[in-house]
């Protein structure tokens, strides 16, 4: 039988620069006390260096996960880079990254489901491992989203954040690693959430630019009544397909878009807050960093054998769960 693909390490490039409420409250007309109740976020990173991009931040947090691992950039096979915010359309971030690390034996690309880029993406990744055709897998979640927010929006610009957190996935060596993931799509929801000038349909123009629509365009509330059904339903299914009840929980790690969302699935589980990775205070919403920026503020606590239960829901609308059980 075919191996099972595990995370073997995390780690994370949080920018320098925080921007809190307090700041925002000074251009735009709210409030931390609003922003507080409403999402559950306090302050930001915000990568202010016009000169680097989401691939910089992939390749400080793949870096340090090399070092901490004690690979060298040639022991990667395969990158993947899960970003809504890649350095250019084309080429591939991953590429540009392994560039930037010196990973000459890896090939790479990127993968784009929204906020559910990253769990997307690990899920890709674990099945070269099973296969057997890969050993070690760098996935790399990385977005700039101060590059695609408009920061005279108060309705959007006090959500995200900029970030990018690594893993390396290997196989696994007992019964450990990633057993069982399910993720969902539905195109239908695009009008709630996307950005819509820069791709095929409405390429670059003048007129994109002064009507804005190359940055986030959200309608929150039809995306919050979708996100708090549909991100508790795919954990509440990853538990029963996999016989787990709340006490054999050790950890949920959800998407960091909104305190509410997460507070409605931890309930539907039957967890305590106590077991949910919880930073959105600290970061907002980091789009595809948010799952491994959890995995990396946590790893301290972690266990071999733990359950945990890693859930996901954006744009698309995209949303799923994956079950892991800790490698160490
Ligand atoms: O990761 C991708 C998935 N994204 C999400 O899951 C985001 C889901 N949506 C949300 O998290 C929430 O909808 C938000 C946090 C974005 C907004 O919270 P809400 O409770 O849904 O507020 P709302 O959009 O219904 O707005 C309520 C009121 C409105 O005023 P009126 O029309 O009732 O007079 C807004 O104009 O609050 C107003 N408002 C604000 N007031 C102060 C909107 N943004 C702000 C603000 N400060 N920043």
Redesign the pocket.
């Known amino acids: 039988m075919n191996k099972k693909a595990a995370i073997t390490g995390v780690s994370a490039y949080r920018p320098e620069y925080i921007l809190t409420n307090k700041e925002?409250e000074q251009t735009?007309?709210?409030?931390d006390e609003?922003?507080m109740s409403?999402?559950g976020v306090s302050e930001r990173r915000i990568l202010k260096d016009k000169n680097k991009g989401t691939a910089f931040m992939a390749a400080e947090a793949a870096k340090s996960l090399l070092d901490k691992k004690g690979l060298t950039p040639l022991d990667i096979e395969l990158i993947i880079v899960a970003t809504v915010t890649p350095e250019h359309p084309y080429p591939a971030t991953a590429n540009i990254v392994a560039d930037m690390i010196g990973a000459t034996n890896a090939w790479g690309f990127d993968i784009q489901a929204?906020?559910s880029s990253f769990l997307s993406a690990v899920q890709t990744a674990s099945k070269f491992i099973e296969s057997g055709t890969h050993k070690k897998v760098l996935v790399i979640g990385s977005d700039k989203m101060s590059s695609i927010v408009d920061y005279t929006c108060?309705?959007?610009?006090?959500?995200f954040g900029d970030a990018a957190g690594a893993v390396l996935l290997e196989p696994s060596i007992d019964e450990t690693g990633i057993l069982d993931a399910k993720l969902y799509a539905d195109g239908s929801g695009k009008k709630y959430?996307y950005q819509p000038a820069g791709g095929s349909l409405i390429p670059a123009s003048i007129e994109s630019v002064t009507n804005k629509q190359h940055f986030v365009q959200?309608?929150?509330?039809a995306?919050?009544k979708v996100?708090v059904i549909k991100m508790a339903d795919a954990a509440e299914e990853m538990m029963q397909r996999n016989n787990l009840l709340a006490d054999d929980i050790a950890f949920l790690t959800p998407?960091q878009?909104?305190k509410?969302?997460i507070e409605a699935t931890a309930n539907r589980m039957g967890i305590s807050m106590d077991k949910v990775m919880l930073n959105i205070h600290k970061y907002g919403?980091t789009?595809s960093a948010t799952i491994p920026l959890c995995l990396v503020e946590w790893e301290d606590q972690l266990k071999k054998g733990d359950n945990i239960i890693l859930t996901t829901?954006?744009?698309g609308f995209t949303w799923g769960a994956m079950y892991v059980k800790w490698s160490y």
């Open positions: 925002i735009l007309d709210t409030t609003w922003i409403r999402c929204a906020c108060r309705k959007t610009s006090i959500l959430l959200m309608d929150g509330q995306v919050f996100a998407h878009a909104n509410r969302i919403n789009t829901f954006g744009a």
